[in-house]
């Protein structure tokens, strides 16, 4: 579990944004669900999951990756 926090924390960018798809795809599936089972409810359940986790996932790189890399830029420019 320790090297799963490390890898989503780490600057390097690709596993960051890991946990806001894999939200999106959860949602994804349930509104696949919902739509072939007539279920409307878990249609718009899983449309609200897709979309927040298409939202997550680049708030989530911003602020795990951009964040630190333009801290240091405006430290090397003198700005802060």
């Known amino acids: ?3 799963v926090k490390e890898a ?6 690709h596993a960051g ?3 806001g798809i894999g ?3 959860a949602g994804a599936i349930l509104l696949g ?3 072939a089972a007539d279920q409307g409810w878990l249609a718009i359940v899983g449309g609200i ?4 986790g298409l939202v997550a996932a680049p708030v989530m790189n ?7 890399i333009f801290g240091r830029l405006e430290e090397l420019e003198g700005k802060k």
Do not use: C, N, Q
């Not at 989503?8 to 960018?13: F, L, Y």
């Not at 999951?49 to 927040?52: E, G, Q, R, S």
């Not at 911003?62 to 964040?67: I, R, S």
């Open 8 to 13: 989503i924390g780490s600057e390097d960018g």
């Open 62 to 68: 911003h602020m795990l990756v951009e964040y630190g």
């Open 33 to 35: 669900i919902g739509a």
């Open 23 to 25: 939200v999106g795809a």
């Open 17 to 19: 944004t890991l946990p």
């Open 49 to 52: 999951v897709l979309a927040v």
């Open 1 to 3: 579990m320790k090297r």
